[in-house]
């Protein structure tokens, strides 16, 4: 057995690069908050990775936070290539124009966090870009009051391979 | 609203540090997996916390993987510092031996992936100890055949401040 996968199941996400005229977006669960004060986010994005070339050029990228609604798009969003494919073609998400970067958000996300890359760091076969959060959009009804809303939202959850799963509706507090 | 909470609900894991005669375990959400080849994972820990100067000093740590019977544990361990207190007796942990590292691991927890320091990232607030993975425990009825098992084991989530919840006993495949 693989030994990270002791970790899973992991929260997935979609990392968007590129800009709104040629955007591109992969499927991604190595992504983690990194500091407070200043905000910072880390993604680990393989180096054979289109998503890798364009950040590393582009130096910003956007956090997208998919639901269970979206795995569809999240499951081809991770298996294809934007460096042949328009991935435009085969999702159905709107890209659409971010607050403070020029890599696009995508509408139908529960949220788009806008980063500025502030630092690589090589670790193995993945690269950790280090992302300063610049600004964000979101939607109220899966943030209210400043934290996640388990009650009503499928956030998406990956098992591993083409399994996924989502939260329980029930909070336990302590 | 704090952007990185975006990202959230968050799995929650402990850090062990110290040894066995002298271990100390607190709870993270900032827990990455790195790099398939070598296997490397990472952890962002507060530069005040205690726990991050065990990690500099010994150059290992020990990251367990709770599942929501633990949460009580899970809750202490994350609000209380081992600097003024030996967390041993706050917790109903056993801590063993580990089979390649000095850090002991927990006996209760689903998982305990041993690791070695291999690099320490200054990101803001934090630091990420990126550690190789040198050897694991499990329990084979939470991971079967290579994989997380959902259908059976409540996976511990950190929504915000006292609030968890868990995964959904049900797949969805694609």
Redesign the interface.
């Known amino acids: 057995?693989?030994?990270?996968?002791?970790?899973?199941?992991?929260?997935t996400?979609l990392v968007v690069s590129g800009t709104l005229e040629k955007p591109n977006v992969m499927t991604a669960?190595?992504?983690?908050?990194?500091?407070?004060?200043?905000?910072?986010?880390?993604i680990?994005i393989g180096k054979k990775r289109y998503t890798y070339e364009l950040i590393r050029k582009g130096k910003e990228f956007v956090?997208a936070?998919p639901d269970?609604k979206l795995?569809?798009d999240v499951?081809i969003a991770g298996t294809r290539s934007g460096r042949n494919v328009d991935k435009r073609e085969l999702l159905s998400f709107t890209f659409v124009k971010s607050k403070k970067v020029k890599v696009p958000s995508i509408e139908e996300c529960?949220?788009n966090?806008e980063c500025r890359v502030v630092?690589e760091?090589e670790?193995?076969?993945?690269v950790?870009f280090?992302g300063e959060?610049v600004?964000?959009s979101?939607k109220e009804e899966a943030?209210r009051e400043?934290?996640?809303n388990?009650e009503t939202i499928d956030?998406l959850?990956h098992?591993?391979?083409?399994?996924?799963?989502?939260?329980?509706k029930?909070?336990?507090?302590?």
Request: proline letters at 4%; a negative charge; aromatic letters at 16%.
């Open positions: 057995m693989e030994l990270w996968r002791l970790l899973y199941p992991l929260r996400y669960d190595w992504v983690i908050p990194l500091s407070f004060q200043p905000e910072l986010v880390g680990g956090i936070v269970l795995l569809k499951w529960l949220a966090i630092k760091v670790t193995g076969d993945h950790l280090v959060v600004d964000a979101f943030f400043g934290k996640a388990v956030f959850l098992v591993a391979n083409n399994e996924f799963t989502s939260n329980k029930e909070s336990e507090f302590v």
